[in-house]
Nanobody
Framework: VQLQASGGGLVQPGGSLKLSCKAS???????????KYWYRQAPGKERELVAT???????NYADSVKGRFTISRDNSRRTWYLQMNMLKPEDTAVYYC???????????WGQGTQVTVSS
């Protein structure tokens, strides 16, 4: 199983970006049943959980991004997304996607995509 994250870039404060994470080498039933995550890691800080899309279809967000970020998925494309609006300089980080290669077991991470929010 491999994850390919994309969509990062440089954006001004208040702007938007949409990240994508595409999974390959995973059967649809495993992909659709597993939780999917977006994490981020800023320089000098620990990696933090930003958003979760559960296998049951619910979503959870870190307090710092609630109301600004939206996680979604497209099972048919084996892809999930992070729509980021009203971006702030403190959102600057490398963003990583994560899911599982089996049913709830075997973490697999994407390679990370850099998001920089700066004027």
């Amino acid at each position: 199983v491999q994850l390919q994250a994309s969509g990062g870039g440089l954006v001004q404060p208040g702007g938007s970006l949409k990240l994508s994470c595409k999974a390959s080498g995973i059967i649809l039933s495993v992909f659709s049943s597993n939780d999917k995550y977006w994490y981020r890691q800023a320089p000098g800080k620990e990696r933090e959980l930003v958003a979760t899309f559960t296998g049951a279809g619910s979503t959870n967000y870190a307090d710092s991004v609630k109301g600004r970020f939206t996680i979604s998925r497209d099972n048919s494309r084996r892809t999930w997304y992070l729509q980021m609006n009203m971006l702030k300089p403190e959102d600057t980080a490398v963003y990583y996607c994560k899911t599982f290669r089996g049913y709830g077991t075997g973490d697999v991470w994407g390679q990370g995509t850099q998001v920089t929010v700066s004027s």
